[in-house]
């Protein structure tokens, strides 16, 4: 028992557990664990995207960190044990937090049971320590250890493995071995977690392959793999799904549409992953499972009645999940992860079955008509099951129209859509299925459902409402169970039994007058208008020493247009907004997301460009390591903060205009400090031409085509400037901001300077320039003053106003 690390903590708390017999269990699980993982790397199972070999060196890690553990629980039974006093109960502690988040990732609802009784200095309570030992052995499953693996310590606290062959899920008794089933949702409780830390990648490859339940996963059930043949039991559900999703991968159109919502990239086809999850595996990939499960049971009724029986088990068991309990109610906090737990989540709120928010009564039919339908198999009466499990299909529609009914209402009446547009893009991407009679060919409903323009309107909402009550006969839903309109969309406190009712067709919209564009502070461009120079008259006799480049690098204006002028949450101007940004688009080869990523800075000594990576160096937005691939390998997040900027309003907000003010003040306005600090560095060292370049370059960058005088229908700094100088009445007589007339004279300043360019006189041209860039902070400050004025009466400036503070805190 030597040494200090986790091995030898291992081999001390053996001996407490009988384990004295040589080298403890589970160091000797760990290290043939480790043997298998370098056989398989040595044997190329890592080599050319193997994802079995992957998946292979994934489990056998889950192995590992399972047999780790085994020490920490030892140790906590056999303080938890012995009478705690002060030095015992401060060890009791300590293990107690060493085990706590990976108990509460397997089921939330022991939070109370280790944090606030062992934990929480203020709620200390070791008087059922005992009880919690118990708990804890109950979780040995979800922790990947046994029994067996902890042993028996030597003051007679025992164990023993459950037996899983009966499993009662929410009030249903299972005669079969389905745990592995039921604790699929606690890889789903994990993903969640892993999800709200913002780690995608592990919340995908627990989807993938799978954690907590013994060769199912989530990925597994999203793709019927348990079924030979999809080609029978085709039942009425899930040819609405396939029929829909035809064209979206089909018969794993549910696997495809997830495994999309967990990329990260600037222009996510779903938006905030860990919203739409969550919700999405319990409205779609578990009921449609589950539902499946139930007719292959019916299909095995008369030749293999132990099949059939184990089938509707297995059914049963994604349905409920095994976070859920043993009673009716369910998980009294309900922290369940499958459908089970939407009714306790939505039906209160339309007052509906018998207004039993624990035990609503979707979830008491679905128990009552599950046992019926194992009863039914039993019995042999086939011909009855089927039409038990058609009963059972109806009532799986009901807490999903609920989920659809509440977060499109919410996103017309609350500002706050972060989680309700997600959300209710999930339940439409459940329900439109069911819809179909209502979607005519120009998809009139569906554009309603998921558009995500920040202006979805109560119109837009009452629609989905109404088609869903129109719907309510044909789904063989009972309008008892879906409540009442509490939330006052239609008609407050009427029952849906009466609004379905009075409901003969769906409501043809009125034709919608045409309104005038919306005015924006981003100028919305004439989709005709191309220009192709500066405008001389702002130059105030200027002169470049090569026009034909300065006007290629000014149509970088005609970039951020374009882009600005597209709407997100079309497909194909969200792609053509992805290729400007990426590949550009008027003044090729220079493009907007290579600005933001300022490949050329790492080559230079650029001390703005420093202070701001300094600034953001802890921000958690700029934490990691960038993954494009940049002139510089080791090129962290904070390095392309520019890029990183964007790419955040984008995913997050997705609000094309924030995006394009900040290409504005973050990527265009340090693209045009860098090339004037390049400039003095040319200046510098002597080279004329180099630093008159640099000036060229800069004022071109910040005036742009597409500009006149005294305006604001241009696209860059100048432009912006303008806009800032109308908010504070800092223009000159003519209109022209002063800031903008100050900063063109200090560029015809520094190029008549730059011609005397050397070692010895560079300062006097370095002063001038910098009296560029700091000139430009005007407009920035200017800003910044208003955003903070508007954001007390607008919280929806509150993204501009963080933006704006970026630009300005270094």
Not at 43 to 64: A, H, P, R, T, V
Not at 502 to 531: E, G, L, Y
């Amino acid at each position: 028992t030597r040494g200090t690390m986790l091995y030898n903590l291992a081999e001390r708390s053996a001996l407490n557990f009988g384990q004295d017999f040589g080298e403890a269990p589970v160091n000797f699980k760990i290290i043939k664990s480790m043997n298998v993982m370098r056989s398989i790397i040595n044997e190329g199972g890592c080599i050319d995207d193997n994802e079995e070999g992957y998946k292979s060196i994934y489990l056998e890690m889950n192995k590992i960190i399972g047999q780790m553990i085994v020490p920490i629980v030892q140790n906590y039974i056999h303080y938890a044990s012995k009478d705690v006093g002060d030095i015992n109960g401060k060890a009791l502690e300590l293990y107690s937090v060493a085990i706590f988040p990976q108990i509460v990732s397997c089921d939330n609802s022991y939070h109370e049971s280790f944090y606030s009784r062992l934990i929480d200095l203020s709620n200390k309570d070791y008087t059922e320590l005992e009880g919690s030992i118990l708990q804890m052995q109950e979780m040995y499953n979800c922790l990947g250890i046994s029994c067996d693996d902890v042993g028996v310590h030597f003051g007679g606290i025992m164990c023993e493995d459950h037996d899983f062959r009966r499993v009662k899920l929410a009030g249903y008794q299972s005669e079969s071995y389905v745990q592995n089933y039921a604790d699929f949702d606690r890889d789903v409780n994990q993903i969640n977690l892993l999800l709200r830390e913002g780690n995608s990648e592990s919340a995908f490859e627990l989807y993938k392959f799978g954690r907590n339940s013994a060769n199912i996963t989530v990925r597994s059930l999203a793709m019927h793999s348990d079924f030979d043949d999809l080609s029978t039991n085709r039942h009425r559900l899930y040819m609405m799904y396939e029929r829909y999703y035809a064209n979206e991968g089909g018969t794993n159109f549910a696997d495809e549409l997830i495994s999309n919502s967990f990329k990260s990239e600037p222009f996510q086809t779903i938006p905030r992953a860990k919203y739409f999850v969550p919700i999405y595996i319990k409205a779609v990939i578990a009921p449609q499972y589950a539902i499946r499960s139930l007719f292959h049971a019916h299909a095995k009724c008369e030749s293999d009645m132990d099949g059939a029986l184990r089938a509707w088990d297995q059914g049963v068991a994604v349905l409920v999940g095994s976070i859920e309990g043993n009673e009716i109610t369910g998980n009294m906090n309900n922290y369940g992860q499958s459908w089970f737990s939407l009714s306790k989540q939505y039906c209160h709120l339309f007052d509906c079955g018998d207004g039993d928010a624990e035990a609503p009564s979707v979830n008491v039919k679905m128990i009552d008509h599950l046992a019926e339908g194992r009863h039914l198999i039993n019995l042999k009466n086939c011909n009855a099951v089927v039409n038990k499990v058609e009963l059972i299909e109806s009532l799986l529609v009901t807490p999903l129209l609920q989920g659809a009914l509440y977060h499109t209402y919410q996103r017309a009446v609350s500002q706050q859509q972060e989680e309700n547009f997600p959300s209710a893009f999930a339940f439409g991407k459940a329900i439109m299925p069911f819809l179909q009679v209502n979607i005519r060919e120009d998809n009139y409903l569906e554009n309603r459902f998921f558009e995500d323009d920040g202006e979805f309107e109560a119109t837009a909402a009452t629609d989905i409402w109404l088609a869903i009550m129109l719907s309510l006969d044909d789904l063989g839903v009972d309008c008892k169970d879906l409540g009442s309109d509490k939330l006052g969309l239609l008609q407050k406190d009427a029952s849906f039994c009466d609004l379905s009712a009075n409901m003969t067709h769906f409501p043809t919209p009125a034709p919608q007058p045409t309104v005038a564009p919306k005015q924006t502070d981003f100028p919305t461009p004439s989709p005709t208008r191309i220009d192709i120079e500066l405008d001389i008259e702002i130059l105030q006799g200027y002169s470049f020493n090569d026009l034909d480049a300065a006007n290629n690098q000014a149509r970088i204006a005609l970039d951020v247009r374009d882009f600005s002028a597209q709407r997100l949450h079309v497909l194909s101007e969200k792609e053509e907004a992805e290729d400007i940004y990426n590949n550009g688009k008027y003044a090729k080869p220079l493009n907007l997301k290579k600005f933001g990523q300022h490949d050329e800075i790492f080559k230079s000594e650029d001390p703005i460009y420093n202070f701001y990576r300094d600034a953001f160096r802890n921000d958690p937005l700029f934490e990691g390591v960038t993954s494009d691939n940049l002139d510089s390998p080791q090129a962290t997040l904070v390095d392309t903060y520019a890029h990183v900027v964007v790419a955040d309003s984008l995913a997050n907000s997705k609000d094309i205009e924030l995006a394009s003010e900040s290409i504005l003040v973050m990527t265009i306005y340090m693209k045009i400090v860098h090339t004037l600090s390049n400039a003095i560095d040319a200046c510098k060292n002597s080279s004329v031409n180099g630093a008159q370049d640099g000036i060229d370059s800069a004022l071109a960058y910040y005036i742009g085509v597409g500009q006149t005088k005294a305006d604001t229908n241009g696209y860059l700094f100048y432009s912006f400037a303008q806009r800032a100088a109308s908010i504070f009445g800092t223009q000159n007589g003519n209109g022209e901001a002063k800031v903008n007339n100050d900063i063109i004279g200090f560029f015809i300043d520094a190029k008549s300077l730059s011609d005397s360019c050397s070692a010895d006189n560079y300062l006097t041209f370095r002063t001038k320039v910098e009296d560029i860039t700091r000139a430009m902070n005007v407009p920035l400050v200017q800003y910044l003053y208003h955003l903070l004025e508007e954001a007390e009466y607008d919280t929806k400036e509150s993204n501009y106003l963080i933006l704006f503070g970026l630009a300005v805190l270094p």
